[in-house]
């Protein structure tokens, strides 16, 4: 039995779509015809009116009047004996009272009853059918009614044609202090966005400061913090004005927003925050929003250099550009071509990125018989192949890379640039709790900071001292990026086959099939399904992590976030934080910083108290001299230096000395960041927590105190490493407000 469902299975949330859909589904159903059975004699009379269809129902109505015993129930069914209505004749009919003066309660005989349409077949025959009280039953007559597909699946192209997105998550902010309340009443849960336009309607009342404006704005599309919307409160709420009868202006706390998703990506998340007069701003509500349609695509464009005279040619195969740029949808690029060297040989091919960091280095290494056609008295022409695979997941969103040939002599020769556009790694997944990551160096106080933060109610963490059980950097970096695609090694063992000798060649065959469908299977949907799971299995890791202590007695009844340490960024893991920003749109990032000159100290403090030659991610083996010594550091201090720049419209910045120093402000400072919790009451509670005494944090500390970890750098460093240090960190110390005179 099929049913109309197949073709009509929605949720409207606008008044306006409702009416129009609801009439032009009641036009999708014909009744055929009303047959009506002839000569019962066991009834004094009986009539089935026209049926009439209103609001995707059925309405059947008349009247039957027994004769030889009482009419019980009007029971509908189909053909099947499928019951699927029944009802008393009890609706008075005067009419009929006035022919049966004689028969007890005649006046009582008339009955209506409603049928779903969604519940019936496409072409259905209904039963109407009289059950006496001496339990007979007498078919009363047939209609048959049919649903028209031609007009539905017209009706089904228009409505997803103007069908553009569905809404996946409202998040109310829960710590709104400055407000008496706020309410978003659309669009609600699952509602439908039309036309790639959302209307977002509500309240807000402020308790002390008047509000100057009501923002929307995303960070999904390419400008960060892009304003999509605004208005002000001014619409009138007789609902709000009961609630708050002694609040002034309480009766026109309403609000409208209409914003238009053009041009956001197919998953975004839009932030409506209100503006006070004093300039600051309160994040009120988070909205996800699903895009159907919507497809922002990667765009590669390629800028070549002009051939130098070192080259007899050099050619980009892969990938094609037919325009000015290439729409790329996929999470990797396929870089390939050829390229010959004159007098001296190119050795290989680097890719480079905007700060002339190497990425990846190619070798010349596959053979191309048609290069050897075109230059056959050059001699090794037909080894002048060169193919790679790039994840752009480890790149930023918007960037620039740079093919450089090295030549035999050490010289280099500049090929062409690829400016890199993607939209960001979103998957559908709601996650249960949102993460809080601190970025930061080794010895910069991380692990007093998350002592502190797993003091609050609502920050869940890996209590066990040092707090680095590293679940998001093991999902993103060890499952997701480990597994979204099969690099090319260096050297590969076949150096002697043509590259269109594509299933010899050393890399995942997947990315040689032909059917697009399966191209993008693998190369785009396997990586967001892929993210999905990397974020599902998060959650249910912390979710073990919960359960067992609550079992010790040491669970979170209601937490909001889950904080976790990212120790020293370096050009293999940077990417961490921009992965965990684009899968987390919602995710917050405290990024901890030291005086470098006293961090430095503590490192080396640190490894001679262990005897360590690699520590925090800094390899100091062959390092020789002080010069190197801190020339390995300062690189890992450019790393958080620029995690700040990029980030800082939306990351907090501590300061060691500021949280040691004035713990109460800064900690304030923080959960404000965090919208959560920071009465006075709840700070003296996490800092009384936090002082009792614990051994590890003790043996963790490389100063006799801690007021003596403060500009340490005066006392262990000897002069000369004292102006190296300052000569190396000042760009940063300055850039993060110390001075080379601090201290």
Not at 174 to 180: R, Y
Not at 226 to 245: C, M, S
């Amino acid at each position: 039995m099929q049913s109309p469902n197949q073709y009509i299975d929605f949720k409207i949330s606008s008044h306006d779509w409702s009416l129009e859909i609801s009439h032009i589904y009641d036009s999708m159903w014909k009744i055929i015809s009303v047959d009506q059975t002839q000569n019962l004699e066991t009834f004094c009379g009986f009539n089935i009116d026209f049926p009439r269809i209103i609001n995707r129902e059925l309405e059947i109505s008349g009247w039957v009047l027994g004769k030889i015993s009482p009419v019980k129930s009007i029971i509908i069914s189909l053909e099947e004996n499928a019951i699927l209505e029944m009802t008393s004749p009890n609706l008075i009919c005067e009419d009929i009272a006035n022919i049966f003066v004689q028969i007890e309660n005649a006046e009582q005989s008339g009955f209506s009853i409603k049928i779903n349409l969604q519940l019936l077949p496409i072409l259905t025959t209904l039963i109407v059918s009289a059950k006496l009280e001496n339990g007979q039953n007498h078919e009363l007559g047939k209609i048959v009614l049919e649903y028209d597909k031609k007009t539905a699946d017209k009706f089904l192209l228009q409505y997803y044609q103007q069908k553009t997105g569905r809404i996946i998550s409202i998040e109310q902010q829960s710590c709104l202090e400055n407000f008496h309340g706020f309410h978003i009443d659309l669009p609600n849960l699952q509602d439908i966005i039309f036309e790639n336009h959302l209307e977002i309607h509500g309240w807000i009342l402020e308790k002390n400061i008047p509000i100057s404006r009501l923002v929307v704005k995303t960070e999904d599309t390419y400008q960060p913090q892009t304003i999509l919307a605004t208005t002000i409160p001014n619409l009138i709420r007789e609902d709000v004005a009961q609630l708050f009868p002694d609040i002034e202006n309480a009766q026109c706390a309403g609000f409208f927003l209409n914003v238009n998703l053009e041009e956001t990506t197919p998953i975004c998340y839009l932030e409506i925050s209100a503006f006070l007069e004093d300039n600051t701003e309160h994040l009120l509500a988070i909205i996800k929003i699903q895009n159907y349609y919507q497809k922002i695509p990667f765009k590669i464009s390629q800028t070549p250099e002009q051939l130098s005279s070192k080259l007899h040619g050099f050619h980009i195969d892969f990938p094609i550009f037919q325009e000015s740029f290439l729409e790329h949808e996929f999470y990797d690029l396929e870089i390939s071509g050829w390229i010959l060297g004159k007098d001296i040989p190119v050795s290989q091919i680097e890719i480079v990125d905007s700060n002339h960091h190497i990425l990846k280095i190619i070798p010349i290494q596959y053979q191309r018989s048609d290069v050897t056609q075109s230059f056959q008295a050059v001699e090794n022409s037909n080894l002048s192949g060169f193919s790679v695979l790039i994840n752009l997941l480890m790149l930023p969103m918007q960037t620039t890379i740079s093919l450089v040939a090295r030549l035999a002599d050490e010289s280099q020769v500049n090929l062409t640039h690829f400016n890199i556009q993607r939209f960001p790694l979103h998957t559908l997944y709601q996650p249960t709790l949102k993460p809080l990551f601190i970025n930061s160096l080794g010895r910069s106080g991380t692990t007093w900071l998350m002592h502190l933060l797993a003091q609050h109610l609502s920050i869940a963490t890996y209590k066990n001292y040092p707090y680095e059980l590293p679940v998001l950097e093991h999902y993103v970096h060890n499952v997701l990026i480990h597994n979204s695609f099969e690099f090319q090694p260096d050297q590969i063992p076949y150096p002697d086959l043509d590259v269109n000798d594509l299933f010899k060649l050393n890399r995942h065959r997947m990315y040689h099939v032909k059917e697009e469908s399966l191209k993008r299977y693998f190369r785009k949907q396997q990586i967001e399904e892929l993210a999905y799971f990397c974020q599902e299995q998060i959650d249910k890791y912390i979710e073990q992590i919960l359960n067992f202590q609550k079992r010790i007695g040491e669970g979170l009844e209601n937490p909001i976030y889950f904080a976790e340490k990212l120790i020293n960024p370096s050009r293999d893991t940077e990417y961490l934080s921009r992965l965990i920003w684009e899968l987390y749109p919602q995710c917050k990032e405290i990024i901890l910083v030291r005086d470098f000159r006293d961090m430095f100290c503590s490192i080396l403090s640190f490894m001679k108290k262990r005897d360590l030659k690699i520590c925090f991610g800094l390899d100091f083996q062959h390092a020789q001299t002080e010069e190197e010594y801190v020339k390995i550091t300062k690189e890992r201090i450019n790393f958080i230096w620029d995690c700040w720049e990029t980030r800082k419209h939306k990351a907090y910045l501590v300061r060691y000395e500021d949280l040691i120093e004035k713990p109460l402000p800064i900690l304030k400072g923080i959960f404000e960041y965090l919208n959560l919790d920071h009465d006075e009451a709840t700070l003296q509670m996490i800092l009384e927590k936090a002082s009792l005494r614990n051994a590890e944090m003790t043996d963790h500390i490389t100063s006799s105190t801690v007021d003596a970890s403060l500009g340490r750098w005066k006392k262990d460093l000897n002069p000369a490493l004292q102006r190296l240090c300052n000569e190396a960190f000042q760009p940063a110390l300055e850039a993060f407000g110390y001075s080379v005179e601090s201290y």
